[in-house]
C-alpha cells in the first residue's frame, strides 16, 4: 500500500486552522493549481488569457473569484485540449443528466488527497476499527473508490454486493446484508427508499431485521430533508443516518454527527455560491455551486459551474470542525420553474413531508410547457390525503400562485435521481 | 484451504470472493495475461462495462482497491475506464466513445445488445467498430450470433463463484485456462489459486495441454462455430 504518513499529519492539522490560516492556506493551494493549469494545461491558459487574469496576480480569494467560470460544454468542447498530463489512469464518468458525460481522470495523488476526507467523513459517521462496511460500488463514482482504501486504513472489513445501484439489486444487496452483517453501510438514498419499498410485500422480512446489527448508514444522490432522515432511521432501526455528497469534479462534503449541514472538505476542494450575476451570495442564500479542486492531478477543474443549486450554512457548528458547511438542494434536472422561482424536488419534499403519513411516498415535479401559468404540479404516490391542506402548504411556503397535486394510487414510480419529468413524458390520473 | 484474514468480500452470483493479503495482485496478472492472451497491446485504453463486484472491473486499477499494488491498468502501462454495467450507464457510454478513443470495450453479454442499439440510435455503430476491440464477457459459453448486436472481437469467459477467468486466445480461438491458476479433471475446472468451487463445463470441448503454442501447458476450451457466435 502507499506510504500515507505525512498526508495524514497534513490533514490533522488541516482541521484545526483558524479561518484566517485556512484561507491562507487555500489561497495558496489555489496559486498553486492555477499555475500548474497555466502552464500544463491549454485549455485553461486560453481561457485565461482572453479574460486577462493570470495565477501570478493570485494573491486572495478575491483575486480568484476574477477567474472566468467554466461549463460542463466548455470542457466537452475542449477535448484533448483539456488535458493534464498528470490526469492519471482511471476515468469514471459523470451521470450525463444535463446532457453529454464527462470522462473524470483520477491518478495515484489525487486520490491520496480524496482519501484522507473519505477517512474523515466515515469518522464522523461513526467508523471504528474491526467493522465491516457494506460499500457502493467502487466504479459508480470516484468519490466511492476511495471509499474501499478508508475502510481499509480505519481498520475494518470492505464487503461488496453483486450488481449496481438500481431497484432491480435490492435482493442483491439484502442478501449481502443478510450474510455479511455490516456495522457501517454506504449506498444512494433512492436504493435504500427502494429496499423499503420492496419490504412492504407480504412474504418479505421487515427491513429493520435486516439492518439489525447496522450502526450508521452514509446515503448520497438525494438531499435529505430532517424528516426524510428520520425516516430511513426509524424504518430501518439504525443508530444514524449520515448525508455525504461531492461531484465527480472534485465537491467532497460529509455530514458530522450533528446533521446541521454536510461540512466542506476544505483541504480538498474551494466551493463557492454564485448568483446568475456571477456574484457570491451570502450563507443561507442559494446560488450555482462551483468547484474548484485543490489537486494539481487528475483532471483539473477550476471554477467549474457545476449548476446544483446549493447554499452555505450561516454561522459555525458546534461539533468543533472549523470547515464550512454546504447543502446542495438539487439541480436543473431536480427542479421546475414556476413564473419566476425555481423550486427543487427537495423544497416540495419539504412540504409534503410535514404530513407524517406522507413521508416515504415518492414525489415527482411534473415540469409544465409553460412555466410562466405560475402552476406548481406535483405528483405524489398513494391515495389522496388531505388534498386541500397540501395544496395551501404547497402554495404558502413555495410562493407559487396555484399548486396542483395528482395523486398516483396504485402506481408506483421507481425512486431514482431523475426528480422531475416532463408532462408529454406521464401520463397522469386524473386528480 | 480459506483466504486468511479476508479484508474484501464480494458477493457474486453463486458465491462468494474473498480476498486476503497478496490475493488481488495474483488475480490483476492473471487478467492482465488475459488481455495479453487476447491480443490487448500495452500501453491499452481499456473501458469495462461490468458491476464494480466483478473482478473484471475492480481489478482494473491500484485506484480502485486497497491492497492492489498493480492493477491491469498499471500492469499495461495503460487506462482503465469505469462504465458500470446498469442500465442507466449504459446508455451514456456512447457519448464517452465519441469522446474518447478506447482500444478495448469489454462487456457483459447481459447489456450488449442495450449498448448496441444505444451505438445505432446515436449512430455511432460504425464508428466504434472500426476504432475498437469489442470484448463480450460471458458465462457458461459464448453467445449465438446476434445481428442485432455489435460483433465481438474476443469473447472472455467468466465464471463469477469460480472466479474463472479464460481469455479467447488470439491464435487458436479456444480459451485457454492457464496452467498454475486452473486445473481439469473429467469436465470438471477448479481454481488452484482461490478457494473457490470447481466449476462443470456444461457443454464445449475439453483440450489437454500441447494444444496452443500460446500457452502450451494449459488446457483449452473450444466451442463448435455456431457456439463461438460465427
Known amino acids: 500500500m502507499r506510504d500515507t504518513t505525512s498526508s495524514c499529519a497534513r490533514n490533522d492539522v488541516i482541521e484545526t486552522l483558524s479561518g484566517a490560516q485556512l484561507t491562507a492556506w487555500q489561497t495558496g493551494r489555489l496559486r498553486e493549481v492555477t499555475s500548474h493549469a497555466y502552464r500544463e ?66 491518478s495515484a495523488e489525487e486520490e491520496e488527497a480524496y482519501i484522507q476526507p473519505t477517512m474523515r467523513g466515515f469518522r464522523w459517521a461513526g467508523f471504528q476499527s474491526g467493522m465491516t462496511a457494506l460499500l457502493m460500488s467502487p466504479v459508480w463514482h470516484r468519490l466511492a473508490a476511495c471509499e474501499a482504501h478508508a475502510i481499509a486504513r480505519l481498520g ?24 455479511q452483517r455490516p456495522e457501517f453501510i454506504t449506498t444512494t438514498a433512492p436504493f435504500l427508499l427502494s429496499l423499503i419499498r420492496r419490504s412492504h410485500g407480504a412474504t418479505s422480512r421487515p427491513p429493520h431485521e435486516l439492518f439489525k446489527g447496522v450502526r450508521s448508514v452514509v446515503v448520497v444522490g438525494l438531499p435529505l430533508t430532517p424528516r426524510m432522515r428520520e425516516f430511513l432511521r426509524d424504518r430501518l432501526e439504525v443508530e444514524d443516518v449520515f448525508e455525504r455528497g461531492g461531484t465527480q469534479e472534485g465537491a467532497a462534503i460529509d455530514e458530522c454527527r450533528l446533521h446541521t449541514a454536510p461540512h466542506v472538505h476544505e483541504d480538498v476542494c474551494y466551493l463557492e455560491v454564485l448568483d446568475d450575476a456571477g456574484v457570491r451570495v451570502a450563507p ?53 420553474l414556476v413564473g419566476d422561482r425555481l423550486i427543487t424536488a427537495y423544497d416540495v419534499r419539504m412540504c409534503i413531508e410535514e404530513d407524517p403519513a406522507l413521508l416515504g411516498r415518492n414525489v415527482l415535479l411534473i415540469r409544465e410547457a409553460n412555466a410562466r401559468a405560475g402552476v406548481l404540479t406535483v405528483a405524489v404516490e398513494g391515495e389522496a390525503r388531505d388534498p386541500a391542506k397540501l395544496q395551501a402548504r404547497l402554495r404558502e411556503q413555495l410562493g407559487v400562485a396555484t399548486a396542483e397535486v395528482v395523486w398516483l394510487g396504485d402506481l408506483r414510480v421507481n425512486w431514482g435521481f431523475r426528480q422531475v419529468l416532463d408532462r408529454r413524458e406521464i401520463q397522469l390520473p386524473r386528480s | ?43 491499452a485504453t481499456i473501458a469495462v462495462q461490468d458491476f464494480g463486484s466483478s473482478p473484471i472491473s475492480f481489478l482494473g486499477s491500484s485506484l480502485l482497491m486497497p491492497g492492489l499494488r498493480r492493477g491491469v491498468a498499471e500492469r499495461i502501462d495503460g487506462r482503465f475506464i469505469c462504465l458500470d454495467a ?76 469460480a472466479l474463472l477467468l479464460a481469455p479467447q486466445c488470439v491464435k487458436c480461438e479456444c480459451f485457454h485456462l492457464r496452467d498454475g491458476f486452473y486445473d481439469v479433471a473429467g469436465r470438471m475446472i477448479r481454481n488452484l489459486r482461490m478457494p473457490a468451487p470447481a466449476y462443470g463445463l456444461p457443454r464445449g470441448e475439453l483440450f489437454p495441454p500441447s494444444h496452443c503454442a500460446e500457452g502450451i501447458r494449459d488446457w483449452c476450451i473450444g466451442w463448435s462455430p455456431r457456439g463461438r457466435g460465427m
Not at chain 2, 122 to 144: H, N, S, W, Y
Request: aromatic letters at 10%; proline letters at 6%.
Open chain 1, 41 to 106: 494545461v491549454p485549455f485553461y491558459r486560453k481561457l485565461w488569457d482572453r479574460a486577462g487574469v493570470e495565477p501570478g496576480m493570485l494573491r486572495s480569494l478575491e483575486d480568484f473569484a476574477r477567474f472566468p467560470t467554466i461549463s460542463k460544454h466548455d470542457l466537452v468542447q475542449a477535448g484533448d485540449c483539456w488535458t493534464n498530463p498528470h490526469q492519471g489512469p482511471v476515468a469514471f464518468s459523470t451521470r450525463g443528466t444535463s446532457g453529454a458525460p464527462l470522462l473524470v481522470w483520477l
Open chain 1, 156 to 179: 475494518g472489513r470492505c464487503a461488496f454486493f453483486w450488481g449496481s445501484m438500481g431497484a432491480e439489486f435490492t435482493d442483491s444487496f439484502l442478501h449481502t446484508l443478510s450474510s
Open chain 1, 284 to 336: 443561507g442564500v442559494r446560488g450555482r455551486l462551483i468547484v474548484t479542486k485543490l489537486s494539481t492531478a487528475g483532471s483539473v477543474f477550476v471554477r467549474y459551474d457545476t449548476e446544483d443549486i446549493a447554499a452555505f450554512a450561516a454561522g459555525e457548528c458546534a461539533c468543533g470542525c472549523g470547515f464550512c458547511r454546504l447543502k446542495i438542494y438539487g439541480r436543473p434536472e431536480s427542479s421546475v
Open chain 2, 1 to 43: 484451504m480459506p483466504t486468511e484474514n479476508p479484508y474484501l468480500c464480494f458477493d457474486v452470483p453463486g458465491g462468494r470472493l474473498a480476498f486476503g493479503a497478496g490475493d488481488l495482485d495474483i488475480w490483476a496478472e492473471h487478467l492482465a495475461w488475459c488481455y495479453r492472451m487476447m491480443g490487448i497491446p500495452d500501453g
Open chain 2, 86 to 161: 446498469s442500465a442507466e450507464r449504459v446508455t451514456l457510454t456512447p457519448a464517452l466513445l465519441a469522446q474518447l478513443a478506447v482500444d478495448a470495450l469489454v462487456i457483459r453479454e447481459d447489456v450488449l445488445e442495450l449498448l448496441s442499439a444505444e451505438l445505432r440510435k446515436k449512430g455511432f455503430a460504425d464508428l466504434a467498430q472500426r476504432t475498437m476491440k469489442t470484448i463480450v464477457v460471458f458465462g457458461d459459453e459464448p453467445p449465438a450470433l446476434n445481428p442485432a448486436r455489435i460483433p465481438p472481437s474476443r469473447y472472455f469467459m467468466h465464471v463469477e463463484n
